[in-house]
Each structure stands twice: as structure tokens, then as C-alpha cells.
């Protein structure tokens, strides 16, 4: 097989987020199982920069191994964009125009485009990621017969956009993270003559987390819910911070805490504020423990194409609760044994209540979802259905 690109809008070792996060880990165990490959991106610093700016210098650069080829992007009117991201993201209808729109003023590099088109015989297949940026929708239609997609999609208003439709049909293959993105990706395009797998993505499975380093080091004795992930709207992270908050009124337990990890900040009414630890960013190995340590981990989003938290909170034998409404996360919950989910506050009390006073079966529920893990979403087990399926596209 010739040389693999992997198409990404920005690239870096630090950059947060799930979809950068989970190229970074395939790239690097596809590297070092020898597979020769490129990272095709922008100058771009990363999702929350401006995405008009360059940041990094253009071309090519090796970084920890990896070959990454970086291109300039374009001036965009952002106030044009935000209006109809706005609408977007309220689930409003956008006419063709505006979708047009939509496409030109997201982040776009036309010098990464033209080289697609002029050097796609060096390449065997180009990998986008994901699917809502201009550099997966300009650089599919740069050269549609070698490509391939691992969208991470969401039920969602961008998704539903006609020119996504029209483009995303015509890709080589589709790569999902799971089998309800998978349900809906084919009920949203007309991909019969696409290639589909559902793969995942890999897991990092060689950690144990540290319960009593995390206690120690953050002082933390009593026993605690763990949210883990960005903090903001999109997240439903307020949802979880007002069932948290009724729960500790309704219930008599004593000394719950529910703790939150992760970047970006969340408004914590001063009411609740003894009861909810915001410790922000922490690091890889205080995350783990803290996964070990917690008495469940709550993934209140409903809106996930997978779920990094839900898989290390299992691998530190701990079980999970997640929204109903979610189709991804709830699926891994109910297909694992690994976690309950809930449709409303009185599911929510019910299935922290169940999994408290019963933890024979907490634990139980724990080593089912790390059995999942290590079945499906090692990462020996990814780079090889991800390798036999990309051949399968050529």
C-alpha cells in the first residue's frame, strides 16, 4: 500500500478535544506498526484559535515521529459564519445559499485543496476527520475516489445539510466510532455504494488508575460522582449540575461530592458550591485516578459519536451513567453491562441510588465495561480492523 494522508483542520500533540485526540492515537500506533503515512492540515493552532490565522509556518515538519504537512488557510468573514452557525446549532432551517455560506466561511486552506488534487498519486487514500470542517468537505471533493471518512457524527443540525449530503456520497469509505452513528449516517446519506465499517477507536488499556493517590493529592475523602470533559453547554453539563443539586435535597447522603475535571468553566450556583469540586484541567494520570477513586462516572452529553470518558472510567473498573437521550453512549452502557442510563431527574436519582447501595454489582458492573474495552477498543485491536478495512477501499 502506498502512503496514507490523514486530513485534519488542525494538528498538534497538545491540541484537546475527542476527534484530535483519537487521529493523534491512530496515527501513532499506525506509524509504528510500520505503516507509511502523512498529516495533512492547516496552519491553524487549534479549534478554539482564530481560524483565520496561521500559526504554524506552512510545510512539511516531522513532530514526535509523525510527518505533518502543514497548509495556509484563508481570510473568513466570521460574523457571516456565526449567524448561521447560530441557527444551526438551534436546529433551524438554512437555505442552500446560506449552507454555501456555511462551507466558505468555516476554516478552509485552498492551497491544501490544490495539493490533493495535484499529488493524489503519491497517496493510496485520503483520511478526513471530521466531518463538519471545510478542509473534510473541500478536500473530499479535491479527489472523492480516494477518499474516506471518519465523520464523528452527531444527530445535529450540520449533518443534516445538503451539501454534506451531496458530498459525503460520493466517498470511497466511512470509518464509524459506533453503531448508532453508523444507523444514522445511512439514514442522513445515500451511501450505498460506500464502504462501512464500524471500527471505534482506540483506547490506551496499559494503566491502572491510583484511587488513594487521588484522594491524597486533592484532599478529597468523601465519596463522589465524577464528571470528566469540557465544561460548557454543549456538554449538558448544567443538566447534571441541577440533578446533582436536587439529588443532595432529596437524598440523605451524607458527604456526596460530585467532582468535575476538564477545561472550561461551568457557573456553580453558591447554594451548591460545598457539595461540587471544580478542579479544572488536570493531568492524564490524575484523570485516571480520579476514575479509579470516584464512586461512578455520570456522562451527561447527548450528543457524542463515542465517549473517551465512558471507556476510562471502565478500564478503572468503575461503572458509568449516561443520558438516555444519547444513542452512542447508551448503547455502549446497555451493550457492555457496563452502565445505566437515565431519561429524567428521577432516573438520574434512581440509578446513583442503585449503583451506591449496591456495590457488589457496582463492581461487577465495572469489569464488564472494562472487558468491553480491552475486547473491542484495544489498541492492537483497532490498527488491525482499521488496516484490513482501508485495503478493502483501495
Not at 163 to 168: I, L, P
Amino acid at each position: 500500500m502506498k502512503k496514507l494522508a490523514f486530513v485534519i483542520p488542525w494538528y498538534g500533540e497538545k491540541i484537546p478535544g475527542g476527534a484530535e485526540s483519537a487521529l493523534r492515537g491512530l496515527v501513532h500506533h499506525l506509524h509504528d506498526a510500520g505503516v507509511e503515512l502523512e498529516v495533512l492540515s492547516t496552519c491553524v493552532k487549534e479549534f478554539t484559535a482564530d481560524w483565520s490565522k496561521d500559526y504554524h509556518k506552512p510545510g512539511l515538519t516531522v513532530e514526535d515521529g509523525i510527518s505533518i504537512r502543514r497548509f495556509k488557510v484563508r481570510r473568513r468573514d466570521g460574523d457571516a459564519f456565526d449567524s448561521i452557525n447560530y441557527r444551526l446549532i438551534n436546529k433551524q432551517t438554512i437555505s442552500s445559499l446560506e449552507e454555501d455560506i456555511f462551507i466558505r466561511e468555516m476554516v478552509n486552506s485552498p492551497d491544501l485543496y490544490e495539493y490533493i488534487r495535484d499529488h493524489q498519486d503519491e497517496y493510496e487514500l485520503f483520511v478526513f476527520t471530521p466531518y463538519l470542517f471545510g478542509t473534510t468537505y473541500n478536500g473530499i471533493l479535491a479527489c472523492p475516489e480516494k477518499s474516506v471518512m471518519i465523520p464523528c457524527f452527531h444527530d445535529e443540525g450540520y449533518a443534516y445539510m445538503e451539501r454534506f449530503r451531496e458530498a459525503f456520497g460520493r466517498v470511497r469509505g466511512m470509518i464509524y466510532l459506533s453503531e448508532p452513528e453508523m444507523s444514522l449516517a445511512n439514514r442522513l446519506y445515500s451511501l450505498d455504494g460506500t464502504k462501512q465499517e464500524v471500527i471505534g477507536t482506540g483506547i490506551d488499556t496499559g494503566y491502572e488508575g491510583d484511587a488513594e493517590a487521588f484522594r491524597k493529592k486533592y484532599k478529597i475523602r468523601d465519596p463522589f460522582i465524577l464528571y470528566a470533559g469540557r465544561k460548557d453547554e454543549g456538554k449538558n453539563i448544567y443538566t447534571l449540575l441541577r440533578y446533582f443539586s436536587e439529588y443532595k435535597k432529596r437524598r440523605s447522603r451524607q458527604g456526596l461530592k460530585l467532582v468535575l475535571i476538564g477545561g472550561g468553566e461551568v457557573g456553580i450556583p453558591r447554594e451548591d458550591k460545598p457539595d461540587i469540586i471544580d478542579l479544572g484541567f488536570v493531568s492524564r494520570k490524575d484523570k485516571m485516578d480520579a476514575c479509579a477513586a470516584c464512586e461512578l462516572l455520570c456522562q451527561p452529553s447527548k450528543n457524542e459519536s463515542f465517549s473517551l470518558v465512558i471507556m476510562e472510567s471502565w478500564m478503572a473498573g468503575r461503572p458509568v451513567i449516561v443520558n438516555g437521550d444519547c444513542d452512542v453512549t447508551k448503547n455502549f452502557a446497555v451493550s457492555s453491562g457496563g452502565g445505566l442510563y437515565f431519561d429524567n431527574y428521577y432516573e438520574f436519582e434512581g440509578c446513583v441510588d442503585y449503583i451506591i447501595e449496591h456495590k457488589d454489582i457496582a463492581a461487577v458492573m465495572g469489569e464488564n465495561g472494562r472487558k468491553y474495552v480491552l475486547d473491542h477498543f484495544d489498541w492492537s485491536v483497532i490498527v488491525d480492523k482499521t488496516m484490513f478495512f482501508l485495503e478493502t477501499c483501495v
